[in-house]
């Protein structure tokens, strides 16, 4: 974990882009990036719960490493 006073961390935060978030250009974006999904056929999605099991597996792991 970072301490909240690092200057390293200060200097991030001061470099990160504060515009405003353009709600109606990131849904219009979104919707392309979707039509563009199902063109291509990766959406809808033929077997949704295919390969669960390795997801849950991986989730457990992840979350078991406890952080220092």
Request: net charge negative; hydrophobic share 40%; aromatic share 6%.
């Amino acid at each position: 974990m970072i301490p909240r006073n690092n200057p390293l961390l200060k200097e991030f935060e001061e470099g990160l882009d504060r515009t405003p978030v353009n709600y109606l250009e990131n849904l219009r974006v979104f919707l392309l990036l979707l039509e563009e999904a199902r063109s291509l056929g990766a959406l809808p999605l033929k077997h949704p719960l295919e390969d669960i099991e390795l997801d849950i597996r991986y989730a457990r792991a992840i979350n078991s490493v406890g952080t220092p």
